[in-house]
């Protein structure tokens, strides 16, 4: 705690550890608040780069950064959020692992628990497929592939069986399923092909994608280089193709057509975390916490909520890091000019364009002043994640991961 005693500072409540609640905790005065931080995850995730750690290209531990860490000073506590007294401003959390549920009364609330993955129902998604969110999620997909290899090399295998299993699906075609099908590719030809040479030619990648293309965010011109690019690194994709089921060997989409495979990764969008779901606030029909132009819940002062589970009203703002960082940066910068007794601006956000990696060493940017695509691009895309990583630590550690695969290839020990 600080110095001053905080009796006398205003109790604020962050719920979340993510983009948008990191961003807050970094900047807010500590002059004027107790901040206690509520999250069943310890530490930041920088996200942009987890689909490389699915592959080895970078280590799990490169991309993440402990709160504790990120800001001393402030109080944090393992555990989820539950639901939230409204009228008597206590929120009740359940720890995570064992112990009570406990109650923590808060000034001021800042909601930023992020999203989950949509299933939209698909029966076996839960159960079968593999989503990239966390890096739990990253290290099962990692041993998910080496061990798809390994079996696929043991005698006695039928030929429908090794090539169901090497034969990886990606459902969603957005800048996440479009990565880790770019790093896969990378994984197969600068390591796996030469740890396997007898399987090489059997590998199969599949992206599939309900809409006409893929990564509809970015401009025309940006979207064809890609699915040129992916045709050249035999990454099959189907577009105007709906998955209604999903099962341990396959998925069967709408016509009727099953796919076998061996591993099914979905990356279709967001849906709210089931604390938002059952949060009595008003919402978009996206299950988002409609806010303000000050990130305030509507009617409720004292309650603001960031990120990826909130919207603003008459604003469509993308479920990215570069709002979440924005609304996280703003929030610190408003409630310190509350503090001071300083007049309030509303928030605006600022798009700075987006970047996504296509594999064999090609990025594609779609930046406000600037289109780019290949190699270059690619360079410019490390320098930007370089540079946005949080601590000097990660930014050491991401560029040594990044030097020891082009010497040494990734690890594809199994363990
Ligand atoms: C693989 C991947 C790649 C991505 N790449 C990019 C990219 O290149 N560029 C970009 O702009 N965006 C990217 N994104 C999107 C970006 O990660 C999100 O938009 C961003 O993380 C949202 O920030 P947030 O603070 O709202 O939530 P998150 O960063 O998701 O954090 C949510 C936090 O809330 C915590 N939490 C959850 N439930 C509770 C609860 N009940 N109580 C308390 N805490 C809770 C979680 O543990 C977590 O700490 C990517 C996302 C993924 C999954």
Known sequence: ???????????????????????????????????????????????????????????????IEPIRHIRGNVRYLQASAEKIDIENQIVTCHPTGDGERFEITYDILVIGVGAQINTFNVPGVEEHALFL????????????????????????????????????????????????????????EEDLNHAFPLLASEVRITLVDAMDEILGSFTQELRKYAREVFDREKIEVRTQSIVKVVEADGITLQEGHKVECGLTLWCTGNAPVPFIDELPVEKDKAGRILIDEFLRIEGK????????CANMRGKEFPPTAQVAQQEGDYLARHLNRIAK???????????????????????????????????????????????????????????????????????????
């Open 133 to 188: 969110k966390n890096h739990s999620d990253a290290r099962a997909i990692r041993q998910s592939l080496i061990s798809n290899f390994e079996s696929a090399s043991l005698p006695n295998l039928s030929a429908e069986e090794r090539k169901r299993l090497l034969h990886f699906v990606v459902v969603g075609g957005g800048p996440t399923g479009v990565e880790f099908a770019a790093e896969l590719h990378d994984f197969l």
């Open 301 to 308: 002062e004292e309650i603001y909520a960031i990120g990826d």
């Open 341 to 415: 007794g300083r007049s309030q601006k509303p928030f605006e956000y600022k798009h700075l364009g987006m970047l996504a990696y296509i594999g064999g060493r090609k990025a594609l940017a779609d930046l406000p002043n600037f289109e780019g695509a290949g190699f270059t691009t690619w360079l410019f895309w490390r320098s930007a994640y370089l540079t946005k990583l949080v601590s000097l630590k990660n930014k050491f550690m991401v560029l040594f991961d990044w030097f020891r695969t082009f010497l040494f290839g990734r690890d594809i020990s199994r363990f």
């Open 1 to 63: 705690m600080t110095s001053q005693d905080s009796s006398l500072l205003k109790r604020l409540l962050v719920l979340g550890t993510g983009f948008g609640a990191c961003s807050l905790v970094r900047k807010i005065g500590l002059k004027h608040y107790d901040v206690t931080v509520v999250s069943p995850r310890n530490h930041f995730l920088f996200t942009p780069l987890l689909p490389s750690t699915t592959v080895g290209t970078n280590e799990f531990r490169s991309i």
